[in-house]
């Protein structure tokens, strides 16, 4: 790891020579005039003064050598379309798109929601906002109507664009009414909804508010809408991530040092260059289809491939078979998708011709040994685990085959990339770990570029939540555990905090408790995420009734299942539905009034609960035992 060590050491030792030559990649209006601000602690401010756009480096900047060459392939099996634009036509449509917000009065620095499935509509009107300023916050399509009505609420969107419906596993699921729900719920009223009509369900608009994207876009098409220059700082956009308590942060973005920071990463971690073709099928409302689906392809020339549909349908081979059709050189996806595809017949991986396929990249979620290996020995190609947040927008920690190729460790995700320094950190002591010592993932502040620039509109927050975790030191912290063995190969343990990981899905368990919790039958509950084979976690939970004889009547405790169930469903969406819900006389709580959620995952998993000393109430956790 010779090569990649000293390459990091130049990253973090000397920042600003090493940016400043990175930053060469993409176009600048007007040069920046400093490198790097970290004049305010931990908040770092990259490329000051200059001047640029994500939306022009995307698609403008390619226009004279790639006009005809494509830009971005749709291929959806939900609804048996595939459309191929050309750099030209994602020009055409995401100019179309901008005089569209701009009709409706969007302005530099204004809010857009996008609130969509895996169309190509996201990436027209997320570029769109790009182009003039405006601040995306796309939400995942998976998230029902609570969700929405908090990101509304904290974004404040004058605009928001929706569709009918989106699908999966061929059935359509309607979008328009939790839109409605949410926008009734919230407090913030949006002055406009832009509707892409699919025609999938049927939907009703609201008069003066509700507009038909097909007739705008018409009336605009061919209009050639000016980039707005913005300074490198100028937020982006924002994306919402769960965290500890129930409200959702929004992790801001910058202009430029995402611009530089996704361009980079196209070469030395994905091995890209202007030309290849480049797979994600992540959605666009994580932050995997923020980076990596749209803006880190297309800054670097690449074609990006936006993918509708599961891994299994029409059957487990349509991820190669993209590959095939396409010529994909990279493939990002995650290890529930691969463990999914483990369960079919492995003679799909060799139905199609990979030839152009030079590297799988699986992040989101621990990728266990066994998965790794299966795939890389099925493929013979190599699999690359990168480990990364959606505070920090591109990997963390990762091999990095465009600066050295070294041998992977099934299990590990290699080394610290350039521009991160991380440690383990002991979080009593706050000193750093020796090797094979477990503490927590950190990384010594300025963060690099395209990392968060802070919460948006809560410095305050920023601070608290991400450095204020180890005595005598503002450190970054990832809230994983983590360890270094001996070699220098890092290995991610888990999270030390409440967030659980199902199918590579980041949930804060806080947030489904509070759903849990509006069922007027429950007085509490607590959330857990326990090991599953193939989505790696999944939540259990665990509710107390204000009056537990209503369990006595016949089918009472599954009809509770299926209300709290549908309450969950209804509020935070299909991908935040419990495996379970079991109901006990209490909760297990420290004598302070912590749920002892360590204790009862254990138990769940079949383990050993540890160290009970400070429980209130031992006969809790019998309970657990029992009910489980
Ligand atoms: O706990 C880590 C886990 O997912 C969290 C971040 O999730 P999210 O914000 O949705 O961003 C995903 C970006 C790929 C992390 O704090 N995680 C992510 N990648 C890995 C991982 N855990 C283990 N190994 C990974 N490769």
Wanted: overall charge negative.
């Amino acid at each position: 790891m010779q090569k990649i060590r000293e390459f990091h050491r130049q990253s973090v030792q000397d920042k600003e020579t090493f940016w400043a030559r990175e930053a060469q990649r993409i176009h600048w209006e007007t040069p920046f005039t400093q490198v790097l601000d970290y004049s305010r602690p931990p908040f770092a401010r990259w490329f000051v003064g200059g001047r640029t756009n994500l939306c022009y480096n995307a698609v403008d900047r390619w226009l004279d050598t790639q006009a005809d060459q494509p830009a971005l392939i749709w291929v959806s099996t939900e609804v048996d379309q595939e459309i191929t634009y050309t750099r030209a036509d994602l020009a055409r449509e995401v100019n179309a798109a901008a005089a569209i917000l701009q009709s409706l009065g969007v302005v530099q620095g204004d809010r857009v929601l996008i609130y969509l499935p895996m169309i190509p509509q996201a990436a027209f009107f997320m570029l769109a906002c790009a182009r003039i300023g405006a601040i995306h916050s796309v939400v995942f399509g998976g998230f029902a109507a609570h969700n929405l009505a908090q990101r509304i609420d904290d974004a404040q969107p004058k605009v928001i664009v929706s569709t009918d419906a989106g699908a999966r596993g061929g059935r359509p699921i309607a979008y328009k009414p939790l839109l409605d729900q949410a926008i009734q719920q919230a407090a913030h009223v949006p002055e406009h909804v832009v509707l892409v009509d699919r025609g999938l369900v049927p939907m009703t608009l609201t008069a003066g508010r509700d507009l038909d994207y097909a007739t705008l876009r018409a009336r605009h098409l061919d209009v050639r809408v000016p980039v707005v220059w913005l300074e490198s700082n100028t937020p982006s956009y924002v994306l919402y991530t769960s965290g500890t308590t129930g409200n959702p942060k929004g992790v801001q973005r910058d202009v430029g040092g995402y611009a530089v920071a996704l361009c980079a990463s196209m070469e030395y971690i994905f091995g890209g260059k202007p030309g290849d073709v480049y797979f994600s099928s992540s959605d666009v409302g994580w932050v995997v289809g923020h980076s990596y689906v749209v803006y880190g392809p297309l800054l670097n020339g690449q074609t990006t491939v936006m993918y509708e549909g599961t891994p299994i349908r029409p059957d487990a081979a349509i991820l190669w078979r993209i590959v095939e059709t396409y010529g994909v050189n990279a493939l990002f996806s995650a290890p529930t998708a691969i463990r999914v595809l483990k369960k079919h017949d492995p003679a799909l991986l060799r139905r199609h011709d990979l030839s152009s396929l030079e590297r799988i990249y699986l992040a989101g979620e621990p990728l266990d040994e066994l998965t790794g290996q299966w795939l890389s020995e099925a493929l013979g190609k190599p699999v690359i685990d990168n480990y990364w947040q959606t505070e920090t927008g591109w990997p963390i920690l990762s091999a990095q085959p465009g600066v050295e190729e070294v041998p992977v460790r099934f299990g590990s995700p290699t080394a610290p990339v350039y521009g991160y320094d991380v440690r383990v950190v002991n979080e009593a002591t706050g000193q750093d770990c020796g090797p094979n010592q477990k503490g927590v993932v950190a990384v010594e502040p300025p963060l690099p570029p395209g990392a968060m620039a802070t919460i948006w509109r809560n410095d305050e927050r920023f601070v608290k939540t991400y450095f204020q975790s180890f005595p005598g030191r503002l450190t970054y912290s990832t809230s994983d555990w983590g360890l270094v063995d001996d070699d220098g190969y890092w290995y991610i343990l888990g999270r030390t905090d409440d967030v659980i990981n199902v199918a590579g899905h980041r949930l804060g368990t806080r947030e489904i408790e509070e759903s849990v919790n509006t069922h007027p039958a429950v007085a509490e509950s607590a959330v857990v995420g326990v090991a599953d084979p193939i989505k790696g976690q999944q939540a259990v939970a665990f509710a107390v009734l204000r009056d537990p004889a209503v369990l006595d009547a016949a089918d009472a405790r599954d009809r509770l299942e299926r209300e709290i169930k549908q309450v969950i469903e209804q509020r935070n969406g299909a991908v935040a539905r419990p495996s379970r819900i079991l109901f006990v006389n209490n909760l297990p709580k420290t004598r302070s009034g912590k749920v002892l959620r360590r204790a009862i995952v254990a138990l769940c998993e079949g383990r050993d609960p540890g160290d009970l000393t400070t429980i209130e109430d031992p006969g809790a956790l019998d309970q657990i035992r029992s009910v489980l």
